[in-house]
């Protein structure tokens, strides 16, 4: 849906955006993740047509920006940090209004419009009000549901959540959620969490530069060279730990045990096995096979915390 191809943006000689090339995919929800003045906002302005670029070629749905902008602002929907409100206007009218200058031409086709971004955006309540009365939160809701008015199949989201309290930040995020499949979408963040609660793929950018771009869990495992998943079972005795380590493509097996646990506690282990195939299957069968009752098994991912201060201090050094 959106192809950016070696993107670059100066001013003077300071780099904003340095060279980068990525996709967003029909369907998916893609984080833009990096820190505060990392690029993620001059990449995203540069897409949506705000902003020209110094060298490099994007296209959205189809359509060079540079070529096409107008059919491109067409397929996008845009909702930057700061929502464009006029303050004074009531929900019902502002969100009326953005569906006339969006193209929606029709009275009865903006009442549907209008009706359909009031209900999945939680504004009923609220829809009849001025939009200066409004918590935070609705604001953010309202400036989602004018990204939305003519149902375009991309919405780039500039920090949606930003400024907003934990309830808020939910409410948004389960929204954001909701509309993936529908609407192919680009998030930028710099809340470690939201991405990782909210994206199919993030993509790591600092000082301008992608420096990883992968799901979570396949980011884990390049960084540390294998791929872990954590069991928790009841029995096996002793040789269980040597018919793990039997299993093809297992490099380590390691039992956490606590002192003082009853002996019949659920016993833990990390597994690590080598990349690029997902053994959860196999395991799963051999410990049924070895007449083991499992209890629990999941990947070990790290964090994203943990996943950008790796990345970011691997570029430093």
Same mark, same amino acid.
């Given at each position: 849906?959106?192809?950016?191809?070696?993107?670059?943006? @100066?001013? %003077?000689?300071?780099? =904003?955006?340095?060279?980068?090339?990525?996709? !967003?995919?029909?369907? +998916?929800?893609?984080?833009? #993740?990096?820190?505060?003045?990392?690029?993620?906002?001059?990449?995203?302005?540069?897409?949506?047509?705000?902003?020209?670029?110094?060298?490099?070629?994007?296209?959205?749905?189809?359509?060079?920006?540079?070529?096409?902008?107008?059919?491109?602002?067409?397929?996008?929907?845009?909702?930057?940090?700061?929502?464009?409100?006029?303050?004074?206007?009531?929900?019902?009218?502002?969100?009326?209004?953005?569906?006339?200058?969006?193209?929606?031409?029709?009275?009865?086709?903006?009442?549907?419009?209008?009706?359909?971004?009031?209900?999945?955006?939680?504004?009923?309540?609220?829809?009849?009000?001025?939009?200066?009365?409004?918590?935070?939160?609705?604001?953010? @809701?309202? %400036?989602?549901?004018? =990204?939305?008015?003519?149902?375009?199949?991309? !919405?780039?989201?500039? +920090?949606?959540?930003?400024? #907003?309290?934990?309830?808020?930040?939910?409410?948004?995020?389960?929204?954001?959620?909701?509309?993936?499949?529908?609407?192919?979408?680009?998030?930028?963040?710099?809340?470690?969490?939201?991405?990782?609660?909210?994206?199919?793929?993030?993509?790591?950018?600092?000082?301008?530069?992608?420096?990883?771009?992968?799901?979570?869990?396949?980011?884990?495992?390049?960084?540390?060279?294998?791929?872990?998943?954590?069991?928790?079972?009841?029995?096996?005795?002793?040789?269980?730990?040597?018919?793990?380590?039997?299993?093809?493509?297992?490099?380590?097996?390691?039992?956490?045990?606590?002192?003082?646990?009853?002996?019949?506690?659920?016993?833990?282990?990390?597994?690590?096995?080598?990349?690029g195939r997902d053994r959860r299957g196999e395991l799963a069968r051999a410990l049924v096979e070895a007449d083991v009752e499992l209890l629990e098994l999941r990947p070990q991912a790290m964090t994203l915390e943990e996943?950008?201060?790796?990345?970011?201090?691997?570029?430093?050094?």
């Amino acid at each position: 849906m959106i192809q950016v191809n070696e993107l670059t943006k @100066r001013y %003077g000689n300071f780099k =904003a955006v340095d060279n980068i090339s990525f996709n !967003l995919r029909k369907g +998916e929800i893609l984080g833009f #993740l990096g820190p505060n003045g990392a690029g993620k906002t001059t990449t995203m302005r540069i897409i949506t047509g705000y902003l020209s670029a110094t060298q490099g070629k994007v296209s959205v749905a189809g359509y060079d920006i540079f070529d096409k902008p107008l059919e491109v602002k067409k397929e996008i929907g845009y909702l930057p940090e700061t929502p464009p409100l006029y303050r004074e206007m009531r929900v019902r009218d502002f969100l009326n209004f953005a569906g006339k200058i969006r193209g929606l031409n029709s009275a009865r086709q903006r009442r549907q419009r209008l009706q359909y971004v009031v209900e999945r955006c939680s504004l009923e309540e609220v829809q009849n009000l001025h939009i200066h009365k409004l918590s935070k939160g609705y604001r953010q @809701r309202v %400036g989602l549901a004018q =990204a939305l008015i003519h149902n375009p199949p991309i !919405l780039i989201l500039d +920090e949606p959540s930003a400024g #907003l309290d934990p309830h808020q930040i939910i409410g948004v995020r389960q929204l954001i959620r909701q509309l993936s499949g529908e609407h192919s979408i680009l998030l930028s963040t710099h809340i470690l969490p939201e991405a990782s609660l909210t994206c199919d793929r993030v993509l790591i950018i600092d000082r301008g530069k992608i420096l990883a771009e992968d799901t979570t869990e396949h980011l884990t495992g390049k960084l540390k060279g294998h791929d872990m998943v954590r069991i928790l079972v009841r029995g096996g005795g002793p040789e269980l730990e040597k018919r793990i380590k039997a299993l093809p493509g297992v490099q380590k097996v390691a039992e956490m045990t606590n002192e003082g646990q009853p002996k019949d506690a659920p016993r833990q282990f990390d597994i690590s096995y080598a990349l690029g195939r997902d053994r959860r299957g196999e395991l799963a069968r051999a410990l049924v096979e070895a007449d083991v009752e499992l209890l629990e098994l999941r990947p070990q991912a790290m964090t994203l915390e943990e996943i950008f201060i790796k990345i970011t201090s691997k570029v430093d050094n």
